[in-house]
């Protein structure tokens, strides 16, 4: 699939139009990526920090996530962003892992540095991204709350890590197979004892009661269920995040308010998780108030 208006371009090849030839090549890679809003705020980083930066997307094949990065690095590209289905087989490629990666076991940014630099490197800034927006856009202190993940894919495996490091009192990782939340909880097991937090696995049925804050890190939206967990997880003024955005994102925001919940989208988490992968990038750190409202402008004026 490429973008509308545009040929399809081979494999591994960008598909957006030729800008200015000193940039840098940064890519989102996914397939589906049409729908991506990557481009649109990368490039609003660029302009506001000056950064030659040209930013495309990608359609990886299901079949050739590899052979459509190598193709983007022999393309000169210098680094990528990742999304669903590919952020652990991105992690597999990774020849360096930050720590937030290596905990998660999957990557949504890559650096395409070379050998003599030490080859690939991986992160994962999903789980930052949620608790910057968390703390500092939403002010909420996550400290001492008592939080409800759902989902232990491959969002869910990124924030783990992060949102126990911003030491909750307590973290319940709930998912429909909940044998993957108990895999990844293990694996997490001691990364939350040294941030103070408890820290237990449970399937969607029975994942306890009245939360302070409880994040939709599933792909049930998708589906147009309204929500995957009872109302009594919530408490009145919990805090409720659905990572997805926009219509997707409408159906548990709603349930959420109706329980007497504060809803919030995944729209500050996907800018703030943005800024932290240019940061990787390019060093600078860009501002994401006004790229946060210029996306949700775009995205309001478009249904
Ligand atoms: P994924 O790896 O495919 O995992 C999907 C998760 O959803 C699994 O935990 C799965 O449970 C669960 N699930 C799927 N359908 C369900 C249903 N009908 N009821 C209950 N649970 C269901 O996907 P992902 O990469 O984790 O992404 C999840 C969502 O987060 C996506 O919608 C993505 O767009 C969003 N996201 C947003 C941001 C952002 O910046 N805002 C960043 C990353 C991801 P099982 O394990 O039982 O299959």
Not at 37 to 44: L, T, Y
Not at 50 to 55: D, F, I, L, S, T
């Amino acid at each position: 699939m490429s973008e509308p208006g545009l040929p399809p371009g081979p494999p591994g090849l960008p598909t957006t139009a030729a800008p200015a030839l000193a940039a840098d090549l940064y890519a989102v890679l996914g397939n589906p990526v049409a729908h991506s809003r990557s481009p649109f705020i990368h490039a609003r980083f660029a302009a506001q920090t000056g950064q030659a930066v040209r930013y495309d997307r990608v359609l990886a094949p299901l079949d050739g996530f590899e052979d459509a990065v190598r193709a983007f690095a022999a393309a000169g590209g210098r680094g990528c962003n990742v999304t669903v289905p590919f952020k652990f087989a991105a992690c597999a490629l990774a020849a360096r892992r930050s720590e937030r990666a290596e905990l998660a076991q999957a990557v949504n940014v890559l650096r395409l540095d070379g050998p003599a630099a030490g080859g690939w490197f991986g992160d994962n800034t999903d789980g930052i991204g949620l608790v910057r927006d968390l703390e500092g856009n939403a002010g909420v202190v996550l400290r001492g709350c008592r939080v409800l993940l759902l989902g232990a894919g491959g969002a869910g495996a990124g924030v783990l890590g992060p949102l126990l490091a911003a030491r909750p009192a307590e973290l319940v990782l709930a998912n429909r197979t909940p044998q993957r939340a108990a895999a990844l909880v293990q694996r997490h097991r001691d990364w939350a004892g040294r941030h103070g937090a408890r820290l237990a696995a449970a399937g969607l049925d029975e994942p306890g009661r009245g939360f302070d804050v409880v994040v939709n890190a599933t792909s049930s939206s998708l589906g147009g269920a309204a929500a995957p967990v009872a109302p009594g997880a919530l408490r009145p003024g919990s805090l409720v995040v659905d990572l997805m955005y926009g219509a997707a994102a409408q159906p548990f925001l709603d349930w959420a308010r109706a329980h007497g919940a504060l809803a919030r989208d995944g729209l500050g988490m996907l800018v703030e998780q943005a800024a932290e992968a240019f940061h990787v990038w390019r060093g600078v750190r860009p501002d994401t108030a006004p790229v946060l409202a210029a996306l949700r402008a775009e995205i309001e004026g478009g249904r």
